[in-house]
């Protein structure tokens, strides 16, 4: 944020020769701060409503609109698609980076991150990491997450729905189960704990 202020007020006054440079430099360096000082907070209070703005108006889209009539998926009022493919839970919502102009798709898969009372092997997470690497597929202790970036069009649910039951096949032929939401968002801080511990290890 500051030194996207800085550029405009570097490129306006540095021309002027009335002014010194140790004014110039202290102008350029203490007005963008003043400046991103009163814009930060604007944009923090701003940038989640024009999210969930966005959001809501993306699901009014094709691919959206598919996976609610084939699926039978909802729209929930936060702007996201949710449904089940195969008893796993697939949440689906549109976001973008404002500053950077770029615009994806993104689809979480979850399922449990134990089998039975251990957690799942790590060697098929790196086995996955591999086998998926380039598809913008990321695999994490309970969830999958696949990026669909995008420029003018949204991803057909032609291409992207049959990533996700490839994703999900994964899943089954490991017999890794599904999970509820509930169930999912409590086991949150256990498994961020074992991840926590693997990490020192």
Known sequence: MYLFCMAPTATGI?????VSWQKKIA??????????????????????????RHRRKKTKKKLFQEFVEKNAFRISDDGHVLGKIDNYIVIIHANYNEFQSTKWIE????????????????????????KYEGKNVTWFANSILIKSDYILKLPKYEVLYPLIKRCISELKAQNITPISHK???????????????????
Do not use: C
Request: aromatic share 12%.
């Open 107 to 130: 689809t979480q898969i979850l399922f449990h991150p134990k089998q039975g009372n251990q957690y799942i092997s790590q060697s098929f997470f790196q086995r996955m990491i591999r």
């Open 183 to 201: 169930q999912w968002t409590a086991l949150i801080p256990e498994t961020q704990q074992y991840l926590n511990n693997i990490e020192k290890l």
């Open 27 to 52: 102008i350029i360096l203490l007005v963008p701060l003043v400046i991103s000082i009163f814009l930060a907070p604007l944009l923090y209070w701003l940038t989640p409503k024009l999210q969930l």
């Open 14 to 18: 540095i021309p002027d020769e009335t």
